[in-house]
C-alpha cells in the first residue's frame, strides 16, 4: 500500500521528469536559476579547493555540475529524475563529470560508498523532499569527516515568501488545485503545493546538527534562497547520545 510519502515522491519525480525538456531555459543569461551557478561555485571555493571530489545532489541538467567542473572540481552529479539526466549527458561540453541516477524506489539512499566526496552542494532540492532527515543522513555518510554541505532552500524571513504563504495554503487544497492545474499558473501552484519543506533557518540548522552537521551562520535575509553551509562532524550528535 502506497503512503503519502510515496505519493508525493512520485508526484516530484513525475514534475521533474515532465519539466526536462525546458529546464536549460532557467540558466540561460538573464533567466532567474543562471545566478545560482556562480553562488554556488563561489561558495564552493570558499571552502574547498580545485580538485576535491565534489557531489551534485539533485543535478538536474546539469548547470551546476558543469560550472564546478569548469573550475576543476572532480564533479559527480546524480538525480532521481531520468529524463533531467537523459539530457545532461546529451550536453557534456566537454566536461569530465559523472552522472548517475538515484533510484526512485529508493530515493532516500544515495548510490555511492561512505566518506568519499569532500562537498555535496544541493540546489533547492530538499524543500521537495518527503524525508530531508533521511537525505541530510546519507550526505554526512558520503562525505569525509570535515567535508562540506552547501544546500540552497526557501528563506522564510524573505518578504517573497511572506507573499507565497497564502498562495501555499490554496495549492494544497485539492480543488483549488484541480482548478489551477488548468490554467496557465499551473507551474507556479505546483510548485507551491510541493515545496513542503519551508522551514525556519532555527529548523534547519537544528535538522543538520542532529544529523551529524555543523551548521555555520547564516547570513541576513537578502534573497529568497538562503544558502545553508554546514560540515561533517567526526561523529553525529545522535551516535554520542
Known amino acids: ?3 503519502k510519502r510515496d505519493d508525493h515522491s ?14 536549460d531555459a532557467h540558466y540561460r543569461p538573464g533567466a532567474g536559476m543562471a545566478p545560482r ?5 563561489h561558495a564552493l571555493s570558499s571552502c574547498t579547493a580545485p580538485g576535491s571530489r565534489v557531489l551534485d545532489y539533485g543535478c538536474g541538467t546539469g548547470q551546476i ?4 567542473a ?3 572540481y572532480r564533479v559527480t552529479a546524480c538525480d532521481i529524475s531520468s529524463e533531467m539526466l537523459a539530457r545532461a549527458r546529451k550536453n557534456p561540453d566537454g566536461h569530465d563529470i559523472t552522472w548517475k541516477g538515484i533510484d526512485p524506489d529508493n530515493p532516500s539512499t544515495l548510490p555511492f560508498p561512505s566518506d568519499v566526496f569532500d562537498a555535496v552542494v544541493s540546489s533547492s532540492v530538499f524543500e521537495y523532499l518527503a524525508e530531508p532527515g533521511e537525505m541530510l543522513s546519507e550526505c554526512c555518510r558520503v562525505l569525509r ?5 552547501l544546500l540552497t532552500v526557501p528563506d522564510m524571513r524573505h518578504a517573497i515568501r511572506l507573499k507565497e504563504d497564502r498562495k501555499v495554503r490554496l495549492a494544497r487544497f ?10 496557465p499558473w499551473r507551474h507556479r501552484y505546483n510548485y507551491y503545493r510541493l515545496s513542503i519543506n519551508r522551514w525556519s533557518v532555527e529548523q534547519w540548522s537544528a535538522s543538520l546538527g542532529h544529523e551529524g552537521f555543523c551548521c555555520e ?3 541576513v535575509c537578502s534573497e529568497p534562497l538562503m544558502l545553508l553551509a554546514a560540515r561533517k562532524l567526526e561523529l553525529p550528535s545522535r551516535a554520542r547520545e
Open 1 to 3: 500500500m502506497k503512503s
Open 10 to 23: 512520485r508526484i516530484v519525480l513525475e514534475t521533474f521528469n515532465d519539466r526536462a525538456s525546458v529546464w
Open 37 to 41: 551557478r556562480e553562488r554556488f561555485v
Open 65 to 68: 555540475a558543469r560550472a564546478m
Open 70 to 72: 569548469d573550475q576543476n
Open 145 to 149: 569527516v570535515g567535508g562540506w554541505l
Open 174 to 183: 485539492t480543488p483549488i488545485w484541480i482548478l489551477m492545474r488548468r490554467t
Open 217 to 219: 551562520p547564516v547570513s
